[in-house]
């Protein structure tokens, strides 16, 4: 169904801003507990274990909670989505930057800022953008999730100064601030008659539970589901929680290694958006199966570095480009195969598929390791599993025969 507005493209373009801002903010939040884990440690004398297993139960707690964030935006719409995402971000690391206390520290990053996570994500926004774009949905949701990584080398090099100039209390401060500012901001911008803010209509009947047993009933839902999974195994789980580790393996020092993941970063801005314009263009089931089967590829790359720095940057140039682009065209995939209607619950759903492979990734990935003490087996089981979701995705149609209608 369409949305029951018209807003003025000056107004769609907006939201696809604000959800690149809100997506690098929140990203960048979650980035920062990895730079202050060596501080934490030096300050209170917490154990690595306690603050990783921070980080674990932050992302399940994400991974509990995007399901529902999804079913917000579908009925409440991406203003009120998004701002209470931005305020419970805002809250919790405001709590972070003002305690001494483990306790309140996991109430404030793994509890609150955890739920705020789970709403200021990629599938509330790609659900937002799908619902306002047509001809140019593969392009603005790819800009709009970008995002993502963009706060990686845009947002967080600025709380590493922050660090190095005050403290590690003063980052989480002004992430904090940043998202209590950002918003009312949206809030207000998304506040007029025409804009992008308002939910699909949808009959009183439909309930989460009537929602998510249409959803649950699609084949294509569970190609997406699966495949996303794997992309959170091979990306947020081995590589972006073992790849540093694995560059000091090799002999690289934090420098080199710091730079060839900022390379990765900057890459892989600039395929979500690439991806983004494919998927306007071209068949998207075999846009999307190659960008996976190209992902096994640079694993096979990866695993020989050894002392080859140029290797090392190659490898990141190259997953850099399918990292994150999965995600404008799985987006677009949803919303073809599931409908507008249902997209928020669907994508929240395949988000949450995506940080339960993240954690098996991490866990594996640092399993395998401490059994082999090599790195094979890691990027061995990421080729596998990237090709096995290159071959589920080829089954899907372009199109489906007909457009499904919830019950």
Known sequence: MAPARSPSPFLRWLLVGFGFLALAISFSARATLGLVMPLLMQDFGWSRSFISGAAAATLLVMALTAPFAGHAADRYGVRATLTFGLLLVGIGCLLVASTNSPVVFLLGFSGIAAIGFGFVATHVVSTAVARLFDAQRGLATGIATSGATGGQFLIVPLVAVLLATFSWRWSFLAIGIACLALAPLL???????????????????????????????????HILFWSFLICGYTTAGVIETHLIPYAAYCGFGPVPSAAAYGILSAVNLAGMVGAGWLTDRMNRVALLGSIYLLRALTFLVLMRVGADYEMLVTF????????????????????????????????????????????????????????????????????????????????????????????
């Open 316 to 407: 990141a140039v190259l997953f850099g480009a399918v990292d994150y682009a999965t995600i404008p065209v799985t987006a677009s995939l949803a919303a073809s195969h599931l409908g507008l209607r249902v997209m928020g619950l669907t994508m929240g759903l395949i988000s949450a598929g995506h940080s339960v492979g993240a954690a098996a990734g991490a866990f594996m990935g640092g399993y395998l390791v401490d059994m082999s003490a090599r790195y094979d087996a890691v990027w061995l089981s990421a080729v596998a599993l990237s090709l096995g979701a290159g071959a589920m995705v080829f089954l899907m149609r372009e199109q489906p025969k007909a457009q499904p209608v919830p019950a």
């Open 187 to 221: 809030w207000w911008t998304l506040s007029a008659k025409d804009a992008p803010a308002a939910p699909v209509r949808r009959p009183e009947s439909h309930t989460l539970s009537t929602d998510l047993r249409f959803v649950l009933r699609q084949p294509a839902f």
